[in-house]
């Protein structure tokens, strides 16, 4: 796929909505995309790398989660949940297969995954290690914005907050 970063709209085709069969795939590509994180935070202890099937196929068949992913020749290659609280998306687990990384499907994902989501979402919210050096660099490129830092063991975990626009939206 070309590099679309910035227009989700080219991938809103290939777009597909997760759920608990896709559980299994999901967390294979998430442990293999998540162990880059856990030698850049020096710990194998990570949510996503704990995550079990049981949970993930809990996580997938909860309704207010919402899953997407991007399959390539039927290969599950990239996924984020984002998870419906109140008026707020709760943006997580956004992973891109590593030999697919660079290619702007994260970005691209995470853009078309918002746009998909229920009209009462108004702000969306997601955190990063302070080590994450590739998604701290994607999200203001996104337009989320630096809210906060939390301390999280050995490291801090840096706090994103992005509030949904609309087309319809007036140009502020
Ligand atoms: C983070 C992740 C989802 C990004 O997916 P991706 O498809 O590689 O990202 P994209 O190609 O869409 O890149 C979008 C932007 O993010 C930034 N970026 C992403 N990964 C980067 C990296 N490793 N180094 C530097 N910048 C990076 C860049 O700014 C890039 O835009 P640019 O090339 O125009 O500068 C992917 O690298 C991944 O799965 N990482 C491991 C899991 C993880 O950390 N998930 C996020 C947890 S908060």
């Not at 967390?27 to 293999?32: G, K, V």
């Not at 984020?80 to 943006?91: N, S, W």
């Not at 995954?113 to 919210?125: D, L, N």
């Not at 490129?141 to 626009?165: A, I, M, N």
Request: proline fraction near 8%.
């Amino acid at each position: 796929m070309d590099r679309e970063l910035g227009n989700p709209g080219a991938l809103m085709t290939s777009l597909l909505r997760l759920g608990p069969a896709d559980a299994g795939e999901m967390l294979t590509l998430q442990r293999a995309a998540y162990v880059t994180e856990a030698q850049a935070h020096g710990t194998l202890e990570l949510p996503p790398l704990l995550e079990t099937l049981e949970q993930a196929k809990g996580a997938l068949g909860d309704p207010a989660c919402f899953a997407w992913g991007i399959r390539e020749a039927g290969r599950l290659v990239a996924s984020v949940r984002i998870v419906v609280d109140g008026d707020a998306g709760l943006v997580g687990r956004l992973v891109v297969a590593p030999d697919r990384q660079g290619h702007g499907l994260g970005g691209s994902l995470l853009l078309a995954a918002e746009a998909a989501m229920p009209p009462s979402v108004t702000v969306f919210r997601l955190f990063t290690g302070e080590r994450s050096f590739g998604p701290l660099r994607m999200y203001p490129k996104l337009g989320y914005v630096e809210t906060r830092r939390t301390p999280e063991l050995h490291y801090q975990v840096v706090h994103f907050e992005k509030p949904r626009v609309r087309p319809e939206d007036p140009v502020r």
